[in-house]
Every structure is written in C-alpha cells, then in structure tokens.
C-alpha cells in the first residue's frame, strides 16, 4: 500500500496548482482523504477532506473560497485545486486516510509548495 503526493513546486502569488495524491495497493474509495500541510516551524494542520460520498469538510478558514478537494475513484485520486495562491501557504503538503487503521492511514513524504515571487 502506497499513498503519493505530488504536484507541489515554486508559484508566484496568486497563481494555481493542482496537487494529486495517489494511492495503490488498495482502492481509497471507502475512505476518507484529507489533505494537511505544514508550514516551515508550525505544527501540521489539516486543509479540507472528502469523504467516500463526496462530503467536503475544510478545516482552514484561509483557505475557504480559494482550494478545493476532489476524487477521482476510477483513477484512485484525491485532488487539491489550489487558485490564488498567498506566501502563506508555502508548506508541504499531504494527504492521508483520515479513519485510523485504516490502509492510508500514515504520512508519506508530502510534496512541497512555495509561494513567492
């Protein structure tokens, strides 16, 4: 079992990425897929998760209205569209099963994003 994020790098202010997080080994459809970040010497919070039915709870009021969560069952994908992107949100993100126990539920090595121009 494997979980995989990726789609971080270098962006100026008020640009996009979209991050992917990948999963094999096991389907995610059953799961709950949050995504996390954490910012160079500040404790990891949690961003937005999705649920199997589609359920979005975000958990950072900054970024409400600019990053949105989404899956993609067939491809085993959990997404972060991230627009209008600011400095603080340079942290590396990650995503992970939010269920303990659960098959994706560890931290893998997260991929990083930084804002600046």
């Known amino acids: 079992v494997q979980l995989q994020a990726s789609g971080g790098g270098l962006v100026q202010p008020g640009g996009s990425l979209r991050l992917s997080c990948v999963g094999s080994g096991f389907t995610m459809d059953p799961y709950s897929i949050g995504w996390f970040r954490q910012a160079p010497g500040k404790e990891r919070e949690g961003v937005s998760c999705i649920s199997s039915r589609n359920i979005i709870t975000e958990f950072t009021d900054s970024v409400k209205g600019r990053f949105t969560i989404s899956r993609e069952n067939a491809k085993n994908t959990v997404y972060l569209q991230m627009n209008s992107l600011k400095p603080e949100d340079t942290a590396v993100y990650y995503c992970?099963?939010?269920?303990?126990?659960?098959?994706?539920?560890?931290w893998g090595q997260g991929t990083l994003v930084t804002v600046s121009s």
């Open positions: 992970k099963s939010i269920v303990p126990g659960t098959p994706y539920d560890y």
